[in-house]
């Protein structure tokens, strides 16, 4: 059924075409057994225009799952619909659908979600996105479709200064029709426009005024790159004289000749001290690409080993090796062992995942990458709104690593939604890292969207 289904997708559109097909390895029968497959299929201008998924069954046959299809293209060739279907009696039945709309600019300003109900169309949920003349985003909200009405659910409205750097980033709810405030950050810069501190504050109902929380130093070496960045406190935020700081952690930052972070030293002011809490420590290859990331907590008297991450990639930057274990009874316990292979045109050919035995990495699940045709891998981002960021171990089981979040504005967000457009996670990062380490233990397993400021890239969550 899988090969019958690939070829008339081949006989209905001869234009680039790309298929993923997963295997797991059985280990009593010492073989690869098939699990699932993707089938993708472009239009005249490679833009994705449909992805089938395959799961192949206990009858041993290949079973649709579910497709996606993209369609409206605007003259800049972004789609305008992108709709889910699931494999249900025998038909293709409507699911989920997303509606978009971009400025000329290429901002999006609408994406709209609804649920196949019945026989039409039903409003879930909708994000509205505004900007200024210069592109900057002044505002980011989301509406919820209740009895027929669109409700309030959140929004981040923001304000920069006259060199296009955010100054203010506003968080309030929906409530009783209006917005409502919650939170706000504020920053400042010196005259050469570096970040030297942000405020972070509270909406205090009673008095109705932003009442300050925590306050965010930073300092910098003599060649501008982020030394130190240190946390306060306000312990009495009903003082009638302004905030009173108390200093409570910090955070310092080490690097290498060439500029990179090879030490992030977290620590606790207690008791008139600095006491340890937790580091992180990088090192590079002879390419200057990222090697080792070794996360650490401080211990009564020493550091203890928590979660150890090592890279290998070739000269271009591929990765080839994503290594990761996690430090358990005094030696390290291997959860994830994936490497890349790649053709001549450096697109990924097969990804292969390896167990840990507890002696010995054994065979676990590889994906084969089937291409007609050589094509830029970034053809597979079906949007070229969703710029590319790296997640990895993708799957994974809750603790992944992002790089390249966007911080074009000096701060960034970090989104997680579920395939329905449901925000699970949020979090506001606050340093000048474009790269951080993610940890969502408790996320349950499915398909997920991880949104790193603009910035797009599809997540699977692995069972415990």
Avoid: C
């Amino acid at each position: 059924m899988f090969l019958l289904g690939f070829h008339l997708l081949q006989a209905q559109d001869t234009n680039p075409l790309l298929a993923t097909k997963s295997e797991q390895w059985e280990m009593a029968d010492q073989t690869w057994l098939p699990t699932d497959s993707s089938v993708y299929r472009y239009n005249e201008q490679e833009r994705l225009i449909e992805r089938v998924d395959w799961m192949y069954a206990v009858t041993e046959e290949w079973q649709f799952i579910q497709r996606w299809l993209y369609s409206d293209f605007d003259e800049a060739d972004r789609w305008g619909v992108w709709t889910i279907q699931e494999w249900a009696a025998d038909e293709w039945q409507n699911s989920v659908r997303y509606l978009e709309d971009h400025d000329e600019s290429g901002n999006l300003l609408l994406r709209q979600q609804q649920q196949w109900l019945g026989d039409e169309w039903q409003n879930l949920t909708k994000n509205e996105r505004t900007y200024d003349a210069q592109g900057n985003e002044l505002s980011d909200a989301d509406f919820e479709w209740i009895d027929g009405a669109w409700v309030r659910d959140e929004q981040h409205l923001y304000g920069y200064n006259e060199q296009g750097q955010i100054v203010a980033d506003t968080f309030q709810r929906g409530n009783a029709g209006e917005w409502e405030n919650i939170e706000l950050i504020t920053y400042e810069y010196d005259e050469a426009g570096t970040l030297q501190s942000s405020i972070r504050s509270s909406w205090d109902f009673y008095d109705n005024a932003w009442l300050a929380d925590f306050q965010y130093l930073y300092s910098y070496d003599e060649g501008g790159l982020l030394e130190r960045e240190v946390t306060q406190q306000n312990v009495d935020p009903f003082s009638y004289t302004g905030p009173v700081w108390e200093t409570i952690r910090r955070t310092m930052y080490e690097y290498n000749e060439a500029d990179q972070e090879i030490l992030t030293l977290n620590q606790e002011w207690n008791n008139g001290d600095w006491e340890n809490s937790g580091r992180i420590m990088t090192e590079y290859g002879s390419f200057g690409y990222r090697s080792l990331f070794l996360f650490q907590t401080w211990g009564e008297e020493e550091w203890v080993n928590e979660i150890e991450s090592r890279f290998e990639r070739d000269g271009v930057g591929n990765v080839l090796l994503i290594q990761r274990a996690i430090w358990r009874d005094g030696e390290w316990d291997y959860v994830f062992h994936l490497r890349s292979t790649y053709d001549d045109n450096g697109d990924v050919a097969l990804r292969e995942e390896k167990a840990w035995d507890g002696s010995e990495f054994i065979n676990d699940r590889r994906t084969n990458f089937y291409r007609e045709r050589a094509i830029m891998s970034s053809t597979l981002v079906a949007q070229n709104t969703l710029q590319s960021i790296q997640l990895y171990p993708n799957p994974n089981r809750g603790q992944f690593f992002l790089e390249g979040i966007d911080r074009t504005n000096g701060t960034a967000q970090l989104k997680v939604y579920t395939t329905k457009g449901d925000i699970v996670h949020r979090q506001v990062l606050l340093t000048h890292q474009s790269s951080m380490l993610v940890q969502l233990p408790d996320l349950p397993m499915g398909a997920y969207w991880v949104n790193g400021q603009r910035r797009v890239v599809s997540m699977m969550r692995q069972p415990k």
